[in-house]
């Protein structure tokens, strides 16, 4: 292999890198189901024209290992100096535009694809990046070379490296950088292992983003005690450290930020079981009144039975009571699908959607679903439907339906909720978004099933279009 194409593949590498890196932090795939041929294809695309365009023109917040006698670039920008010295040149203007123009359209592709929030893309995209090539292109070559030649990177001596030098030189630069991000990986699934309270996991960013200066620090004293260093002491204290300080700052407020919306959170979270427990106490004892109300009728109709018995001389009478039998077996017909507070959850809803002038169509079982707990299949059921039937009743048209099934499939206890529905309904990060007037309850329905399913392993998919919202839960049995 040419020692050129090798420099070219080294610069390939650690743009893959690069981008493995903004995909971590940016969890791209959390919120979006996209096959893996699918993905790799879009990723593939997105690392070939970074590694063309990186060929004629430094690309912002993407660290690429350039050789220095075969593939560097003629001209190399850093948008720090620029704002620093106030040198907004043409040719800097062309940089900073085509880099906009880079940065956009990344932001769109993970936006539409990977469901990405577009402002958390572009805060967490520039500050990785920026971190990376603090990393790629100051700690660690200047480090290695310090190490390799006891020399400084800025001495002359860069000038007797050849093409092939440059290519272990980088090669190493790259492995070390790839080992450095696997143990910030490891060290950051660690911690939310350990910390399950997402406040502590923040902090601990904030731990991380201080060990780069604790770095910088040593490298500072190193250079002190060696006067051959100060090349290095000068671009620490003059370049690195300023950038490292700004960012420092950004990313503290950014955490602070995600802190409070972490205790908001919990409070709706809070606010949601208080709900939930007020809805399952409820259904308890309208469970328990049923019960009684059942014994009622059973013994009023024996009664009706040997009244009836006693009275067969009077025909006015035996039919008043017969009428009244009829009655009460009437009100006894209840819906007996294996569960009693499956019956009472959808009992409820029946006559709500009756009122309301929604079809309800059922076709339930719920036998054998004695291991989901009551405060669970109050929040599956009841958020489902409610949901369900809110989104009915925002709709001008007379075509509202909600189709309720729930079945055993290969062990697993499927709920099916279907309904018609006319607003519109977004999926923001992992959250789906109506037009609910009350923005702190966006979500908090779904959030709540979800929950509760995750807590016996199962699954829950929605589908939704124009006109048709659908929920499919799937329970494994224990």
Known sequence: ???????????????????????????????????????????????????????????????????????????????????????????????????????????????????????????????????????????????????????????????????????????????????????????????????????????????????????????????????????????????????LAIMAIVITIYIVIEMKKENEERLKEKRTYNRLETKNDYYEKVEESQNQIRRLYHDMNNHLYNIQMMNKSSEDASEYILSLQNELNEARKTRVSGNSLFDIIVDEKMNICKNKGIAFDIDVDSKNTGFIKNMDMSSILANILDNAIEACDKMTSNKKYIKLTSMWADNMFVIICENSKENEVKKIGDRFVTDKLNKSEHGIGIKSVEKSVKNYDGNMMIFCDDSLFKVKIMIPKK
């Open 1 to 243: 292999m040419s020692d050129v194409l090798l420099a070219e593949i080294i610069r390939l590498l650690s743009i893959v890198l690069s981008i493995s890196i903004v995909n971590f932090v940016v969890g791209y795939r959390k919120n979006c189901e996209i096959s893996i041929w699918k993905n790799i294809a879009i990723q593939s695309a997105i690392v070939v024209i970074i590694f063309i365009i990186s060929k004629y023109i430094d690309v912002w917040n993407i660290s690429i290992i350039y050789n220095e006698k075969s593939n560097y670039i003629e001209y190399y920008f850093s948008l720090f100096s620029i704002i620093k010295n106030f040198d907004f040149s043409i040719i800097n203007l062309m940089w900073i535009t085509i880099n906009i123009v880079i940065m956009s359209s990344m932001t769109l592709v993970y936006n539409k694809i990977y469901k990405v929030d577009w402002k958390k893309f572009i805060f967490l995209y520039i500050l990785s990046g920026q971190y990376a090539n603090i990393f790629e292109e100051v700690i660690i070559p200047r480090i290695l070379f310090a190490i390799q030649t006891g020399k400084s990177l800025s001495d002359d001596i860069v000038h007797n490296f050849n093409i092939h030098d440059w290519n272990i030189f980088n090669i190493k630069v790259l492995v070390i950088l790839f080992l450095v991000c696997i143990l910030i990986i490891i060290f950051i699934n660690i911690i939310n292992k350990i910390l399950k309270n997402k406040i502590y996991v923040y902090a601990s960013y904030i731990i991380l983003v201080n060990v780069v200066f604790i770095i910088l620090k040593i490298l500072v004293r190193f250079a002190e005690m060696y006067g051959a260093f100060q090349n290095e002491q000068y671009l620490i204290i003059m370049e690195v450290i300023p950038q």
